[in-house]
Structure formats: C-alpha cells, structure tokens
C-alpha cells in the first residue's frame, strides 16, 4: 500500500527548542525513511530538558538534537511545513513567494510558559508531545505496517 501524504515535512516553531524537535522525531518514529522530517525555529534557542523528557516518556530520544533555525537549513524544499507558533508561520508563509509548498499552521500551546509544581509542568509537556502524535497520525496518515 502506498501513501498519498507528502514525501517531505518541515515542523517549524520560535526556536526549535521544544515543540518542533518533539514533533520532528514523533514523526520520524512513525515514518521512518517513507517521508523526509526535518524541523527548524524563526531563532535558535537551547533544547528544554522537559521536552527532552517528555519525549523520552514514549521511548524516543531528541537529547542530541542541536536547534538551529531556517537559514541553518541544508534543503529548504519541502512539500509541507507545519509550524506550531505564529512567528513560525509568518516565515513560512514568507517562503511560499519564491517556493511551492503547503504550510499549514497548527496552534500549539508553548509549554515553557507553563507554572506550578514540576509535575504540573510535565502533565503541559505531556500534552503538548499527545497533541503533536494524534494531529502528526491523522495529518500525514500513519497506518501502523503490518507485521508478516
């Protein structure tokens, strides 16, 4: 069975810290070598360590991930980027004037505005990497692959 999704994905957010590297490597565990992931930040921040627990909650690891932003890019063609911050999206949206793609902007809170307990701050990362799994799944139609 062949998919009918896009064969290359750019999630993009303000600094490619928290959101964008969660979502980049959901959708790598889920696609594998069928689509070409990658994600980038309008500016670079430093990797969260509660994204990178977050993630690592569901048995994936981004503690290696460098942010960097779009100009950091090696390939900017994509066939969609999805960003997850507004700023993400105006530039996006910038890119479309000299490229061809589908930019597509999925609002998605900002965990690190999150307050309160250390559990409490978790259960907003934790909902944020759930959020990112479903909308990834039923976006780029992940199938689980049947096991001969």
């Known amino acids: 069975m062949s998919r009918s999704g896009p064969s290359s ?13 969660m979502a980049e490597a959901i959708a790598r565990h889920l696609f594998g070598h ?14 969260d360590p509660f994204a990178v627990k977050a993630i690592e909650e569901i048995g ?3 503690s290696k991930h ?7 890019l090696e390939d900017s063609n994509f066939d969609l980027v999805i960003t997850l ?3 993400a999206h105006h530039k996006a949206l910038d890119m479309t004037r000299t490229m061809a793609m589908d930019v597509e902007y999925w609002p ?9 307990s250390r559990d409490q701050i978790m259960e907003s990362y934790r909902a944020v990497r759930d959020g990112l799994m479903r909308r990834i799944k039923d976006r780029l139609e992940w199938r689980p692959k049947a096991h001969d």
């Open 34 to 47: 069928e689509v070409y992931i990658a994600s980038a930040g309008v500016r670079s921040g430093e990797l």
């Open 66 to 72: 460098k942010p960097h932003t779009f100009e950091d």
């Open 9 to 21: 994905v750019l999630f993009a957010c303000s600094m490619n810290a928290v959101r964008s590297p």
């Open 108 to 116: 998605t809170p900002d965990p690190q505005l999150a307050s309160g």
């Open 85 to 87: 911050a507004p700023e």
């Open 60 to 62: 994936l690891d981004i």
